[in-house]
């Protein structure tokens, strides 16, 4: 029997430093029908479209029914996923007059390619006719099967992480590139690649910690209200936004972008959050905690940042410099210097 260290190709052991699920040889599997559920509702809720007719906005999605999972073997990944969406979309007309209908994905699987699906949108009953339901049924498919487009690459990418594990020298070994026969050569990949790249494994993410200063010419109050007011934040982001301002609420901005959570709220003096970007490791948020600081004729906003996985960490600070800070002076008229 080879010694460890040896690299005997005859055995596998010593190609995992622990030794568990050497060269990703066993089947493993990972439920990911609770994350999909999630992802489909953040993506979809507040998606929006216009023209000279109005706007329409998801406003609920009130159904996501089916499963999700992903298979390992022999360091291939194999996705499964089954789901029938429902969502309620509402419209408003240039002349103010509001519309509801809903949208339905009944065939959101593996087995369907993204353009074969079947995208029904529908007035309800008791709704007079509007031309918005043609928005809803051109611009407003696209964009819906676009983020169901996010959503498989999210569980493709995102939601992988740490399944292919890495051997001894830190790196996920290569495989062969055979795949089935059946359709699911259409949702594989596979670690084939012509120079092992490392993986996450599913280790503690390396995070960061920082402090930005922002000063403002309004007052505390005014400036508090501006991050939990929806209709504040839709002008500020010039987006449609999902924003409940109170203890606990959540927020979706910039088409689902960003996400997150308030988990303290002191009014006119103190928000505590929870925050990510969309793209940033599942589950994964950052604790955002905003002091507002009366200045006599303006305002000094304090927001110290923690748990910023570290490769993301010049991406938030342009992003809230751009986004949050430059964005809510020229909206507001609340310009004043930077320091």
């Given at each position: 029997?080879?010694?460890?260290?040896?690299?005997?190709?005859?055995?596998?052991?010593?190609?995992?430093?622990?030794?568990?699920?050497?060269?990703?040889?066993?089947?493993?599997?990972?439920?990911?029908?609770?994350?999909?559920?999630?992802?489909?509702?953040?993506?979809?809720?507040?998606?929006?479209?216009?023209?000279?007719?109005?706007?329409?906005?998801?406003?609920?999605?009130?159904?996501?029914?089916?499963?999700?999972?992903?298979?390992?073997?022999?360091?291939?990944?194999?996705?499964?996923?089954?789901?029938?969406?429902?969502?309620?979309?509402?419209?408003?007309?240039?002349?103010?007059?509001?519309?509801?209908?809903?949208?339905?994905?009944?065939?959101?699987?593996?087995?369907?390619?993204?353009?074969?699906?079947?995208?029904?949108?529908?007035?309800?009953?008791?709704?007079?006719?509007?031309?918005?339901?043609?928005?809803?049924?051109?611009?407003?498919?696209?964009?819906?099967?676009?983020?169901?487009?996010?959503?498989?690459?999210?569980?493709?990418?995102?939601?992988?992480?740490?399944?292919?594990?890495?051997?001894?020298?830190?790196?996920?070994?290569?495989?062969?590139?055979?795949?089935?026969?059946?359709?699911?050569?259409?949702?594989?990949?596979?670690?084939?690649?012509?120079?092992?790249?490392?993986?996450?494994?599913?280790?503690?993410?390396?995070?960061?910690?920082?402090?930005?200063?922002?000063?403002?010419?309004?007052?505390?109050?005014?400036?508090?209200?501006?991050?939990?007011?929806?209709?504040?934040?839709?002008?500020?982001?010039?987006?449609?936004?999902?924003?409940?301002?109170?203890?606990?609420?959540?927020?979706?901005?910039?088409?689902?972008?960003?996400?997150?959570?308030?988990?303290?709220?002191?009014?006119?003096?103190?928000?505590?959050?929870?925050?990510?970007?969309?793209?940033?490791?599942?589950?994964?948020?950052?604790?955002?905690?905003?002091?507002?600081?009366?200045?006599?004729?303006?305002?000094?906003?304090?927001?110290?940042?923690?748990?910023?996985?570290?490769?993301?960490?010049?991406?938030?600070?342009?992003?809230?410099?751009?986004?949050?800070?430059?964005?809510?002076?020229?909206?507001?008229?609340?310009?004043?210097?930077l320091f």
């Open positions: 029997m080879a010694k460890w260290g040896e690299g005997d190709p005859r055995w596998i052991v010593e190609e995992r430093a622990d030794a568990t699920n050497v060269n990703n040889w066993h089947w493993t599997e990972r439920d990911a029908t609770n994350w999909s559920s999630d992802k489909l509702k953040s993506l979809l809720l507040g998606l929006s479209v216009e023209n000279e007719e109005g706007t329409c906005e998801v406003t609920e999605v009130s159904k996501v029914e089916g499963e999700a999972s992903i298979n390992n073997r022999k360091g291939k990944l194999i996705f499964f996923y089954e789901w029938n969406v429902k969502a309620t979309w509402t419209g408003k007309s240039k002349a103010g007059v509001k519309y509801k209908g809903t949208i339905e994905v009944p065939n959101l699987s593996d087995e369907n390619d993204m353009e074969d699906l079947d995208i029904s949108v529908s007035l309800n009953k008791d709704e007079p006719d509007t031309p918005l339901v043609n928005l809803m049924k051109t611009k407003g498919v696209d964009k819906f099967r676009d983020a169901l487009q996010s959503y498989v690459g999210f569980l493709k990418t995102e939601f992988t992480q740490g399944m292919i594990l890495p051997t001894a020298n830190g790196v996920a070994k290569p495989q062969s590139t055979s795949q089935s026969k059946a359709k699911m050569d259409k949702t594989e990949i596979s670690s084939s690649a012509s120079t092992a790249t490392p993986v996450n494994t599913g280790v503690k993410i390396p995070t960061c910690k920082f402090t930005l200063k922002e000063t403002f010419l309004t007052s505390p109050a005014e400036l508090y209200r501006v991050f939990l007011n929806k209709e504040m934040v839709q002008a500020f982001t010039r987006g449609s936004a999902t924003v409940d301002g109170e203890k606990g609420g959540k927020f979706r901005l910039l088409d689902g972008n960003i996400l997150g959570e308030f988990t303290e709220l002191v009014p006119d003096e103190k928000i505590v959050m929870k925050w990510r970007y969309n793209n940033w490791p599942c589950e994964h948020y950052a604790t955002i905690t905003m002091a507002f600081l009366d200045r006599s004729s303006e305002t000094e906003l304090k927001v110290e940042y923690r748990g910023v996985p570290n490769s993301q960490e010049e991406q938030t600070k342009e992003g809230w410099k751009r986004y949050y800070f430059e964005s809510i002076k020229q909206t507001f008229g609340y310009g004043a210097r």
